[in-house]
């Protein structure tokens, strides 16, 4: 029993880190590749946060 929660908490944990590391690596190859949509504002946001939006292009 408690090697089934054990493992359960470990998925949990493990998909959350998956879905910000999938998030963050989505937002840099989206400015690498300047393919912003126009209307995704969330994306800029996070770019811009982590100092990886350059405003000046």
Do not use: N
Not at 21 to 42: E, M, S, V
Request: hydrophobic share 55%.
């Amino acid at each position: 029993m408690m090697r089934t929660i054990v493992s359960a908490l470990s998925f949990l944990v493990g998909l959350g880190v998956g879905l910000i590391g999938g998030a963050a690596l989505l937002a840099y190859a989206y400015q690498a590749a300047g393919l912003y949509p126009p209307d995704d504002a969330t994306i800029k946001f996070i770019a811009r946060e982590r100092g990886w939006l350059r405003d000046d292009v």
